[in-house]
Nanobody, 123 residues
Framework: QVQLEESGGGLVQAGGSLRLSCVAS????????AGWFRQAPGKAREFVGG????????SYADAVKGRFTISRDNARNTFYLQMTSLKPEDTAVYYC????????????????WGQGTQVTVSS
């Protein structure tokens, strides 16, 4: 059973940056796609972006394209979400997730979730 733990959330001013990390245990991350989701208060969870097992292909939501970047270090069983040019509307709980197969880039592909980390962007 894979377990995921996020870190790196916090409070940042608009225009600032944060990097979220997600460490996987009980599961070798290198064979599976990994991604990030977020959920703002009163809103449905939304897919932020994902990366296939090799790191050679990614997919991002339109709202974060050009500002957020996913990367992974399979040797450390860790993947990251680098967030730049943050906006107040990026405020949400961010969840890391691992897909059920190597090429998952759709929300329905993800079956393992972390507990979430709060990101708050002040204006």
């Amino acid at each position: 059973q894979v377990q995921l733990e996020e870190s790196g959330g916090g409070l940042v001013q608009a225009g600032g940056s944060l990097r979220l990390s997600c460490v996987a245990s009980g599961h070798t991350l290198s064979s599976y796609a990994a991604g990030w989701f977020r959920q703002a208060p009163g809103k449905a969870r939304e897919f932020v972006g994902g990366m296939i097992w090799s790191g050679t292909r990614t997919s991002y939501a339109d709202a974060v394209k050009g500002r957020f970047t996913i990367s992974r270090d399979n040797a450390r069983n860790t993947f990251y979400l680098q967030m730049t040019s943050l906006k107040p509307e990026d405020t949400a709980v961010y969840y890391c997730a691992v897909a059920d197969h190597p090429y998952g880039l759709a929300e329905s592909d993800y079956g393992y979730w972390g507990q979430g980390t709060q990101v708050t962007v002040s204006s």
